[in-house]
């Protein structure tokens, strides 16, 4: 197929003919399709309900640390918990948090704690000025939470191999500068995972606000779509050699391996961190649902139970992700019109059209019965300056869906494309 830079402007009506046509009848089919959110589909929630029985009158509710579950306390969750997701994380089960069923009701909590009280230092709330970094295209609800409290969001690119640290590294020179988002493994949207040299980099930060942190949402830290997927380095570990072992607050959650409205969350940090947190969790809570981590702790007991679990949702989701991807090689690649990542895990693709054309895209595909992210949402603000960028969630639909979804997506970027070319 003949690129449209290299397209005569007679050839570009011609083609522009043939996908108003093709638009036209996509319209026909009346479709409603739903690609807004990463969340899982109802194949993917089913594989989970076993757990709903594992606990029941038959159970011992009584911990390795001999309190029974049932009653108040164990703030910091129960230690068969706390076991596990120490392993995930790569850290000390002495420095894991396990709370409630959203990971990120833990940053949120987290950063208006550093509000209030301080983490680390003395609170943001009286700071004259205070910035958030924030790797674009990104997770709209991590940039929600530092709007939402005053921040200056300052965008940072992505780059194949992670975040712009040269610019990371110049932009914690200033000392207002508080915190970063990051999504190191199959990051949000892009699928990149940090390299070892980004991680390496961010362990030997030197920022000049003591109470600097990097938030890692390691929210797909085990969300392989194939067998060979991602490694991700240790950046506990590797702040730890280079003396920024209370730098990192990092979180993760079962979310998308059992139930989003049902799953646990964790949170990870150094002695010193951990400390400071449950300042805040002594007077927020009595202790977190620990009937829901037993129930979990049941059905996932170690690591290779939950590789396993996420191997039966790798095998619902990758047809899902190849119908987008091998629809895009179809009909996009050759015309050298957009760029998208080829992930190996997590739960987007990320879509890069003509600058200029994104929310286009967007209104074409609405018009045809696909609702996609709001175009701008992977961005500080919701505003991407390219107006280039479509985050793309293929988890919930059925793969019948996604495959209508996708033609969809792909007649609209050709159409919005020779519309602005012409």
Known sequence: MQKYSEMTNEELQNEFSNVKKEFEDLKALNLSLDMSRGKPGSD???ISNEMLELVNNNTDFTMENGADIRNYGGLDGIPEMKKLFADIFGVPNKNVIVGGNASLTMMFDTVAQGMTHGLGGKPWLFEEKRKFLCPAPGYDRHFAIVEHFGFELIT???????????????????????????????SNPDGITYSDETVRRFAKLKPAAKDFHIFWDNAYVVHDLYDEGDTLLNLFEECKKNGNEDMPIMFASTSKITFPGAGVAAMAASDKMIEIIKTRLKVQAIGPD????????????DVKAVKNQMKKQAEILRP??????????KTLKNLDIAKWQN???GYFISLFVKKGCAKRVGEL???????LTNVGATYPHGFDPDDSNIR???????????????KV?????????LESIL
């Open 290 to 301: 620990k009937i829901n981590q037993l129930r979990h702790i049941e059905f996932l007991p």
């Open 156 to 186: 940072i690119p992505m780059t194949e191999s992670g975040p712009n640290m040269d610019m990371v590294e110049e932009y914690v020179k200033d000392e207002t500068v508080k915190g970063i988002w990051c999504v190191p493994k199959y």
């Open 343 to 345: 992930p190996k895990g």
């Open 392 to 406: 793309i969630a293929p988890s919930y639909p059925s793969l019948e869906d996604i495959t209508a979804a996708a």
């Open 44 to 46: 993917n929630l089913d």
């Open 409 to 417: 997506l792909s007649c609209a970027v050709r159409y919005a494309t």
């Open 320 to 329: 899902k992700f190849d119908a987008v991807l091998n629809e895009f090689d």
């Open 365 to 371: 595909c609405k018009e045809a019965g696909l609702t």
